[in-house]
């Protein structure tokens, strides 16, 4: 159940295939209750595996894995954060890509912030 107490933010990943590491930026300081990801590509060879840490301390229980089998456009995944998910206003939420799969594709990741 949403309330008003709980915003949105959605980051780009540019590359799902690609290791790499996306920082987004947090207006407002809060609990992170629920992450979803949408897949904008097919990928392939193997699940592209995506993390997320906050000051370089891992978002217990964030962790997404974007699966190559069956993978399509519009594939929604999600996670619900249990621990280490508390972000300070002017803070960062880092978006770590394995790299692991192939085929270029970018993937969007929503976060959900409870104040």
């Known amino acids: 159940m949403r309330t008003l107490n709980d915003y949105f933010i959605t980051a780009k990943i540019a590359d799902i295939s690609t290791a790499s590491s996306t ?7 809060g609990k992170i209750i629920k992450i979803f990801s949408a897949l904008q590509a097919v990928i392939a060879t193997a699940n592209g595996a995506i993390t997320f840490e906050i000051g370089g ?3 217990t229980g964030g962790a997404i894995s974007v699966a190559y089998s ?3 456009v519009g594939d929604v995944d999600t996670s619900e954060p249990t621990a280490a998910n508390e972000v300070a206003e002017g ?8 790299g692991a799969s192939t085929n270029a594709a970018v993937l969007y990741v929503t976060f ?3 104040r």
């Not at 920082?23 to 300081?29: H, K, M, N, Q, S």
């Not at 803070?91 to 394995?98: A, F, H, Q, R």
């Open 23 to 29: 920082f987004v930026a947090i207006p407002d300081g």
């Open 57 to 59: 301390t891992a978002i």
């Open 70 to 72: 069956g993978s399509a």
């Open 91 to 98: 803070g960062t939420i880092e978006i770590i890509t394995d």
């Open 112 to 114: 959900v912030i409870r």
